[in-house]
């Protein structure tokens, strides 16, 4: 490591973000015995680490802690001699190999080959209460806690296609489900906005903003007000035991996007189910290149593809 450009080090592989793609990026590359180096980035073992118990993921018949999952993820990169660093990257260079990445830790790395695994944030209202209720009944993921909430009541806030997609994957669990959107009609595609709307179990609060959720032992409710500022506008209470956040995902690509291409949203874009960039020797994993999935099994297997072009690359290009 240096702080110096010119005497930087050229490392065969660095790896970007710690999550599930991230770590089997690592497992991988470690494997093939390229000492890869993992910057675990703002948010040690990803997004995955916010939730509370993980049940979809294969291998375990009981499901298993989220962190506990990523925890040992990061021991079986370890395992195979990756080098787990805690800095966060804040400039790149790729516009020509070896490439060149500074950090927050004032170094600067050069490497063969870079595996883009910083992931996607979801977006949050802002409201304290999602933060003090992180985990005791806020999810920004309907797939991942939804089963929690068998018979119970929750909410969902948005009013697109993955509100609408969570909104009816909850319905097949909870006994029932708001929808709370903010404007007079649903932006989802009128194929998801009919199974909506169809669904006896989903109530569809329209015009109705969310200011704060209440509970002594985790979520008990919600305050919300529908028609905010106009002449009938309306404050009241919903009594709900989970709210999920569907308001959209911020893919985690700011970075990379004067170098790899990006869609409208920013994903990264890459070469059919490849995780190739088209930047020779960089690839993207997991949901920084993921608008469909974004479960920890496809950020996971996408992250092996990565690790296995990463030893291709460097065997061809040696
Ligand atoms: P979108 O950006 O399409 O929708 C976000 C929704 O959240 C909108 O209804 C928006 O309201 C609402 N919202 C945003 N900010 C706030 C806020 N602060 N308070 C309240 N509501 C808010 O995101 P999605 O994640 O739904 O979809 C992303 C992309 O992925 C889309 O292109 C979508 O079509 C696609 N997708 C496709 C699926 C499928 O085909 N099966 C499934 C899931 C996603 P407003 O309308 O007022 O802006």
């Not at 990445?101 to 949050?124: P, Q």
């Not at 007000?225 to 569907?246: M, P, Q, S, W």
Request: glycine share 10%.
């Amino acid at each position: 490591m240096t702080t110096n450009t010119e005497n930087a080090k050229i490392e065969q592989c660095i790896i970007l973000g710690s999550g599930p793609a991230g770590y089997t990026a690592a497992i991988y590359t470690g494997r093939a015995g390229l000492q890869p180096i993992i910057y675990e980035g703002l948010q040690p073992g990803g997004q995955l680490t916010i939730t509370t118990e993980v049940e979809n993921f294969p291998g375990f018949a009981d499901g298993i802690d989220a962190n506990e999952l990523m925890d040992s993820m990061r021991k079986q990169a370890e395992r195979f001699g990756a080098d787990i660093r805690t800095a966060t990257a804040t400039k790149v260079d790729l516009s020509q190999s070896p490439y060149t990445l500074w950090f927050d830790d004032d170094t600067v790395v050069k490497c063969r080959t870079l595996v883009i695994a910083t992931g996607a944030s979801a977006k949050y209202l802002g409201l304290s209460d999602e933060k003090k209720y992180q985990g005791q009944g806020v999810s920004a993921c309907a797939t991942c806690d939804g089963f929690f909430y068998r018979k119970k009541v929750v909410a969902v806030v948005g009013g697109g296609d993955t509100a609408c997609e969570e909104a009816t994957y909850l319905a097949g669990l909870a006994s029932k489900v708001y929808l709370i959107v903010r404007k007079p009609y649903l932006r989802a595609s009128k194929a998801m906005q009919d199974r909506v709307l169809n669904n006896p179990k989903i109530e569809v609060l329209f015009e109705t903003n969310t200011l704060g959720l209440f509970g002594e032992d985790g979520v008990e409710g919600a305050h919300v007000v529908y028609r905010k500022g106009e002449a009938d506008e309306r404050t009241y209470d919903i009594n709900i035991d989970g709210f999920f956040l569907a308001i959209g995902h911020k893919p985690n690509s700011d970075l990379f996007k004067p170098w790899v291409k990006t869609d409208e949203t920013g994903y990264i874009m890459t070469e059919g189910d490849s995780p190739r960039t088209g930047i020779p020797g960089v690839f993207a994993a997991g949901d920084v290149a993921d608008p469909h999935y974004r479960q920890a099994i496809t950020a996971a297997a996408s992250g092996c593809k990565a690790g296995i072009e990463v030893d291709r690359y460097l065997k061809e290009n040696d």
